[in-house]
Nanobody, 122 residues
């Protein structure tokens, strides 16, 4: 079992920055692929970014060059640094974990956090 707790979501103006955190517990974090997904009202959950246990990363085209995912295995925490935020980034952001190589598909993740709300005002 893996428990995930997100934090850092809040209201921010367009062009601003936020850093989301996801604290993990329950299994060997360093061997776990971690991902961030988001879901806006009326839309499906979509991939944002992921990092493998080896440190490899991947991003959705919509956030590439604006968002950065990173992990600190000593703190069992994964981060999502979000810069140049746009109103269309408004969503509930979820942290997810899986024990295999990284994936962009939500159903392939085994564990999920409760989500944190990010709202970007224009």
């Amino acid at each position: 079992q893996v428990q995930l707790v997100e934090s850092g979501g809040q209201l921010v103006q367009a062009g601003g920055s936020l850093r989301l955190s996801c604290a993990a517990s329950g299994r060997t974090f360093s061997k776990t692929t971690m991902g961030w997904f988001r879901q806006a009202p009326g839309k499906e959950r979509e991939f944002v970014a992921a990092t493998s246990w080896s440190g490899g990363t991947g991003y959705a085209d919509s956030v590439k060059d604006r968002f950065t995912i990173s992990r600190d295995n000593t703190k069992n925490t994964v981060y999502l640094q979000m810069n140049s935020l746009k109103p269309e980034d408004t969503a509930v952001y979820y942290c997810a974990a899986r024990s295999r190589s990284w994936s962009t598909i939500a159903r392939e993740y085994d564990y999920w956090g409760q989500g944190t709300q990010v709202t970007v005002s224009s």
